[in-house]
């Protein structure tokens, strides 16, 4: 069974860059049939997409992120990354990674969630 | 100001139906790209009910069923019990920009 498990420190000070790594166990991350995203939700709101990788590095961000944004994926280890530079506290939010079979799609397993907060 | 409109909240007491509306535009749901549904109970992280607009992924008992017409969706939950009580959230891709998943606001499910 598909498990995956997000990693990455809980507070981050403001114009920092966060790192977070899923990473995935049960199933291959180099299936060609899995796209590979990040989401979050900030603190009594809504989710929002941040990106989605391809473990042949095709990538796609969301356009208000994406200056922000690096993504990539490490095949040895069955992991993939976020790095989201620039933090100030409206990227306080719990982060999701998650499997998508095709993109655009549906995300059909999820990680339990990594809360980050940013503050100095 | 989410990109797909769910209503904040609706309710229902056990036994009834509820549907959860999501309405979008020209640039995602109305240009033929599929919606999914996701419930979110406290503290957890969201799980798939609904993908391709109507299709249950295994598990997902068929009291919960989803529609596409236009430029909405809706999903519909029969039989309504008590663990229904959830936040639901709808997602489509928009082709607008460069293309990105987009969300609703979702919608806070009250069982009377």
């Known amino acids: 069974q598909l498990q995956l498990q997000e990693s990455g420190p809980g507070l981050v000070k403001p114009s920092e860059t966060l790192s977070l790594i899923c990473t995935v166990s049960?199933?291959?991350?180099?299936?060609?049939?899995?796209?590979w995203g990040w989401l979050r939700q900030p603190p009594g709101k809504g989710l929002e997409w941040i990106g989605t990788?391809?473990?042949?590095?095709?990538?796609f961000y969301n356009p208000s992120l994406k200056s922000r944004i690096t993504m990539s994926v490490d095949t040895s280890e069955s992991q993939f990354s976020l790095n989201l530079s620039s933090m100030t506290a409206a990227d306080t939010a719990v982060y999701y990674c998650?499997?998508?079979?095709?993109?655009?799609?549906?995300?059909?397993?999820w990680g339990q969630g990594a809360k980050v907060t940013v503050s100095s | 100001q989410s990109v797909l409109t769910q209503p904040p909240s609706v309710s229902g007491a056990p036994g009834q139906r509820v549907t959860i509306s999501c309405t979008g535009s020209?640039?995602?749901?109305?240009?033929?790209?599929?919606v999914d549904w996701y419930q979110q109970l406290p503290g957890t992280a969201p799980k798939l009910l609904i993908y391709?607009?109507?299709n249950r992924p295994s598990g997902v008992p068929d009291r919960f069923s989803g529609s596409k017409s236009g430029t909405s969706a809706s999903l519909a939950i029969t039989g309504l019990q008590a663990q229904d009580e959830a936040d639901y959230y709808c997602?489509?891709?928009?082709?607008?920009?460069?293309?990105?998943?987009?969300f609703g606001g979702g919608t806070k499910l009250t069982v009377l």
């Open positions: 998650a499997r998508q079979p095709d993109y655009p799609g549906a995300f059909h397993t």
């Open positions: 990788i391809h473990y042949s590095g095709m990538s």
């Open positions: 391709g607009s109507t």
């Open positions: 020209r640039s995602n749901i109305g240009a033929g790209y599929d």
């Open positions: 049960g199933g291959s991350i180099s299936s060609s049939t899995s796209y």
């Open positions: 997602q489509s891709f928009d082709s607008s920009l460069s293309g990105s998943e987009v």
